[in-house]
């Protein structure tokens, strides 16, 4: 489904009752910028962005409230929505939407985006000398106050600490598919609901992957437009392309570009990027993602389509699967990563059954969900991924629930790699347990990330839809050799997580060996090129 609001374009009529629409379109045309081209450095504002100033503010109820109270809108870069922020910053902290003491806040990705952001709106006041009289600026707070009313307007970075005691009137939130800080996303959007006709309005590009919080908000924004959720108050605004397109075809650019029309971004650029990734898959995604607002279900360099992976979601039944043979594979953790035991179950027909076992220190959870944005405490709750006291795994966890597997299923290789396992493979050997090596070296998990891969794509790898072990699938990329075969997986930044795809390659890879109990150094197939790769 791709949502296109065609009434950004169409000139029909929009609801204005108490003319509040043409005094925000007032105050933004009364606006400067030292930029502008136009006569006495007039601020050019783009019709699209009329439109839809005019559709935020203009619907009212009789008492003049405003209907709208959440905005999304997802644009591409290059559309001047910095510029078009502040515009709004401005308007709800020294123009007609300003209240007494009011506090209005730009939420910018990083600190030297909040500066972006706060730059812009003193260009629109040190380009009017009524301005600069009116305001107060703070520089090293990135703050500007109203004199005559008090109402503030600050740029905040995303990764800083909102004061609770502020109430904001007005938030704006710039990228939030980069937002990795729920806890400001919390005290942003709590903070609104103290104070009544507040605004939230969060302006983005298209982002990767599910499990982080532009994702959640877009999906909710999509729905929305759609009409599966009545929600009058909430205004998605989302360009995006068809779900399948040809990210090469203009027409497609123009679609999901409002501004192309009116010169910006820079057509003759776009085209130049174009012809480069062509020839650069990374720029390629980088292209559909940032100029195209394609909202990408995966890496840079993905392992598999996403797609094709969530084919697999059908739930797992447990008890059926008790008579078959299964194979546990283990992967152990630093602080920073999760430990992950994994069951895998050939199903007779080439494919497999799985469950992974998440664990993480639990004094790392919020840590990591601020991290990567991704609902760790949830899934706590959930009982998706089991939290160990302290900030390191407690491996007594992980030996406990192996040997509870042991005991219900037939297990036939507990598959480890060696790198700090060597206690726990010695406890497990104790008890009598298949223990085996599976060292993570390029010569072993090639044949395992193909058996791996050939099982997804062939729709014979059922998951069960776990979404902790979907969100390590989503950021694992791969490092391919001279013959373009899958050496390794490997993530792009620190705190994401991969070890469920790693994990789910050791598992598939000895189950589809069948029944050797032998260590892979001691199996005639594996040779000693392979070792010493």
């Known amino acids: 489904m791709n949502i296109h609001p065609t009434w950004v374009f169409d000139k029909s009529p929009i609801p204005d009752p108490q003319g509040r629409g043409e005094r925000a379109l007032k105050f933004f045309k009364a606006l400067r910028h030292p930029k502008s081209v136009a006569r006495n450095r007039a601020f050019e504002l783009a019709p699209f962005w009329e439109r839809i100033i005019k559709r935020i503010y203009g619907p009212s109820d009789n008492d003049g409230n405003r209907q709208v109270r959440t905005v999304y809108i997802q644009i591409p870069r290059g559309a001047r929505k910095t510029t078009f922020g502040a515009g709004l910053g401005l308007l709800h902290s020294c123009g007609h939407e300003k209240v007494p003491g009011g506090a209005c806040i730009l939420a910018a990705t990083a600190e030297d985006q909040a500066q972006l952001a706060f730059d812009e709106a003193k260009a629109f006041i040190n380009a009017d000398a009524r301005f600069k009289r009116a305001t107060h600026v703070v520089e090293s ?264 597997l042991c005991d219900r299923f037939d297990v036939r290789e507990i598959a480890f790699d060696p790198y700090l396992a060597r206690q726990i493979q010695q406890k497990l050997l104790e008890k009598g347990l298949p223990v085996v090596d599976f060292r993570q070296v390029p010569s072993l998990m090639m044949p395992a990330i193909s058996e791996l891969e050939r099982a997804i794509i062939a729709r014979r790898f059922r998951h069960g839809g776990h979404p902790v072990l979907r969100f390590c699938f989503s950021n694992a990329e791969v490092e391919r050799n001279k013959q373009q075969h899958a050496v390794r997986f490997y993530k792009s930044k620190k705190w994401l997580s991969i070890d469920g795809a790693v994990a789910a390659a050791m598992a598939v890879s000895r189950a589809a060996a069948g029944d050797d109990h032998r260590s892979l150094y001691e199996n005639p197939a594996v040779t000693a090129e392979m070792l010493s790769w």
């Open 141 to 404: 707070e990135l703050q500007l106050e109203h004199i005559a009313s008090g109402s503030t307007l600050q740029a905040i970075p995303a990764e800083g600490d909102f004061q609770q005691g502020k109430t904001p009137y007005f938030v704006l939130i710039d990228e939030l598919h980069v937002w990795k800080n729920r806890r400001l996303w919390r005290a942003l959007k709590t903070g609104l609901l103290k104070t009544p006709n507040t605004l939230l309005i969060i302006i983005t590009t298209a982002g990767r992957g599910q499990e982080n919080l532009g994702f959640e908000e877009y999906s909710y924004a999509k729905r929305v437009a759609s009409g599966e959720i009545v929600n009058p108050a909430y205004l998605p605004i989302i360009f995006e392309p068809p779900a399948k397109y040809d990210w090469r075809d203009e027409k497609i650019w123009h679609l999901v570009n409002p501004g192309l029309r009116y010169g910006f971004p820079d057509l003759v650029g776009m085209r130049q990027a174009a012809i480069e990734a062509e020839e650069k898959p990374a720029d390629r995604e980088d292209f559909k993602q940032y100029n195209l607002n394609h909202w990408s279900d995966h890496a840079a360099a993905p392992f598999v389509e996403m797609s094709v992976y969530d084919e697999g979601v059908a739930p797992i039944d447990l008890e059926a699967l008790k008579p078959r043979p299964c194979w546990i594979s283990v992967d152990l953790s630093s602080n920073t990563d999760l430990a992950v035991v994994f069951a895998a179950w050939r199903d007779g027909e080439d494919g497999y059954d799985v469950q992974p076992h998440f664990f993480c220190p639990k004094m790392n959870l919020r840590e990591r969900e601020d991290k990567t944005g991704a609902p760790y405490v949830q899934w706590e709750r959930d009982g998706l991924i089991t939290a160990t006291p302290g900030n390191v795994v407690d491996f007594g966890a992980i030996e406990t629930a192996i040997a509870d």
